[in-house]
């Protein structure tokens, strides 16, 4: 077996030096004085062990990759019935696109987009306060990644709600369809929070070890369920770049337009990349390139 | 390990006495007369050995599974540049829609789309006679299978030449948009050709296998185009219903509106499948139920 | 010259027994309580007589007729900078559709679907209060109708205000797209508002006389600035249904969800009927039918 | 009344010396050799008399203006049923844009878009030879010019034959829908060739005076029809470039990508004009500035 953690320092020194580093999201004020030139990058094993190089016990915003935790959290809550609500196709659409929701009555096409994150936050929070819901997606967090140390910033948060005018959109339109529980406020504020959970690369690896299904141990979803998340990861988690991360990576995950992205290798590990600058598609550009470089030297691509 | 043969024979019986087996493809005359009681099914694994069960010694039309085969003979052949001309994103629209053509400038989204198959094939075609491209679509199927009795059916060529008008109007808008290089009636006769090519679900497991990539052997794609292959018949290999199969069977496919599918579990199996009967998104209705318990029982998915 | 207090009363008569009376708006409570029943038609001459018959003196809620008032306002004040932020061309679509607003980066496509709608109100706000706003355009269908005795329904607004999600989506989306120049809320507060206006439909004809440019007499608007308002009323009055009542009516005009449409023959009448009940495009199905039969027997269509 | 023959020449010469000409259409090679200096203009007016200034007695391709024309026909053989294929509404698209078609089930929006106007052309082909519906057409425009002089450009038939690959994606895509009765080539093949007729624009200009109503005399075609015909022009007779000639000129028009464009001052003046450059929207640039200009000198606008 290659010498994960050699490897990891030398993708790490290859990342920190690219040139084209991608762009700094910049519709958040908040993110957009991230430091681009930031690059962090943790594995979690299924031996138990975990390795990392970079800037991975700095913290950032996770954005979008907090869509993964909710969607777990809803589907434990609500079962199948919230497929009622939101798809599992992908949408070959962007992050934020709205013509999918009139073309198909206020249904998003998949969790992972905005409208069906949204959707599910929603339906995550029915009957319940946010402040309640928002202390069990973090105590979820906190389990899963073994670490009490995760908190929600709530500068981001606060700027997303002044400036998140196309989530509004995007939440009114749902509730003109009748897919919206709660108003629209209550739900994107939640909604809002969630995504401004700050973690480092090496908490987030640690909390996607629920997703590997490595055999034996409690676990906080099932193996059907574990399955079936990872199966969205890799046909929705990336938007309209889903195709491309599993045609280069070839593992399930999750991006942000903080820059991070939360990827699975089945069985074997958990990974958390973080690197500010994103591509086109508003996924992480050296994020993505380092783990089709782990991907490819650890041969953990699920697809042979 | 399961008893694969048992369980192939189990599931063969309850397909067999499943009353709702979809829709049978109505469109091309010669499809519309098929048995919707027929079913079969093929597993080739990686150790050499061959199961099946049902009807799947009986020859049916392959149609849109011969996509993955024009897909590797053109990545042999032009390499990435193939990719100049199609995408590999999922087009989150129907098998036959022109919609995202006319939005991204004639390129359609990826390969498996019909837009995506008329351009992969119009991109073999280049330079050669149609008749040529049918010889090389064949050897390689043949030599796939290693089975020399593998043929195109002249009557369903020539039933969908006739009603394809869907297919014309995609390859009149290509070629308006500079993204065909043959004459539209020259790459369609050969798309309804290749399309028409009949195979058993034994002959068709067996012509899967070099999507194994299990190690050692000759192999006829790189280990590397192989990987690349399968990520885009997990994300895009059944039109507007690929993130449903991901999620419930977890495995890298490819149907036909012939009712079959090919399975690829990677390093473990080679599967097809046949049922006639379709569901809303024109992918074999009782295929997909069938490998989605075949792969539950045998643990086979990707993700876990 | 047709006697034209009798065929009003004809044609009242003939609308009033219709069965087929479309189906009363119901996704403002507040509109959907009104009586289907009811049918009025005035027409104020160039000759400076007016005629009536029906439910001519009851008011109703004018809704987007509205706009064509806002839009007269706004013209006034921004001159032709007001197309900058709006389009002049009929959508093909729904007067609430989202989707044009995403491809055209947050531009309506005219004045006359919501959005459009939306973004003159926000632009006649720019550094004025609402109150003040809606003062100034109460003015300006007062003097138009010479009648101080028109006013705003609360109730309907405050209904609006509580169901119109639809409407906030297209604001946030504006919003997102730049396109907004006040905050949604204090925008769609104007708007609701103004939609919220009720007039008989005597005091509507005569408010629309400043559209009929009859020579002499001072203007409220230049003949320049009427001919095209006419015109953006003849191919965008009716959102999706414009080409139709163009095709059947052959006169410029502008509908409201409250069933009420203005109707303008340059040079000879500003007509406004009444009619609750909306066909499938959300225009009154009576009202087009009563000025259709106007129109023909009184020779005013615009095309000869 | 102003002195017309001293105000045609006054805008020839200020055309004839504008700058800014548009772009020859340069996807129909024969097309793109034409002139762009090239300018005339004719009027016929109501009282029987001709006017005309530039190159109004050169022949021109009049292209998507002989939809004016089949209408007309396919309206007097078919009648209302013609409806029952293509809708009476604007697009809001591009005049070659397939996506309403596939929204549509394959109905165009109206008959002045190339799918529409090849579905009515379909429909007055059925159970005849193109060669006789091309005479009957040239017979239709011959009788309304009262001049035999009026022919096909074969060359330019054949060069759309060879090029129109869109055209081909419409035909065959309402084909697939069942909108198409006869085999695309031979549609198609018309379709080309009444585009391909040559007109000057005096020509054209007297062709399109039974579109005047102008009372008395024989008519070929009712006066209610052509109020309705009038209707569709000022609606739809300029693709996505409609309303804004409404706003602008204020009068029903066809333009053609020729650079012709055919317009009507109903019961006043038939009106035909050619600049080959064209506008954004495919419609002559400098046709449209000097319409706008003799209708707003003439106070020719339909709006007052």
Redesign the interface.
Known sequence: MTDLAALLQDIAGQMRSAEDRGKVADYIPQLARVDPGKFGIAVALADGTTHHAGDALEPFSIQSISKVFTLAIALGRLGDSLWNRV???????AFN???????EQGRP??PFINAGAIAVTDAILSGHQPREVLGEILHFIRVAADDPDIHIDEAVARSEQATG??N???A??M??AGNLRNA?DLTLGTYFHQCAIRMTCMQLARAGRF???AAGGARMVS?DR???I???M???GHY?????F??RV?L?GKSGVGGGILV?A??RASIAVWSPGLNAQGNSKLGREAVELLARKMGW????
């Open positions: 798809g599992r196709e992908p949408s070959g659409l696109s709205i013509v999918q929701l009139e073309y096409r998949n005018h196309r509004f959109a995007l009114h339109f509730a003109a629209p997703l590997m299904t193996a574990v399955r079936r990872n199966a969205l890799l046909t929705c309209d770049g889903s195709g491309e599993a045609y070839g399930p699975i089945p069985g691509s699920v697809f042979g």
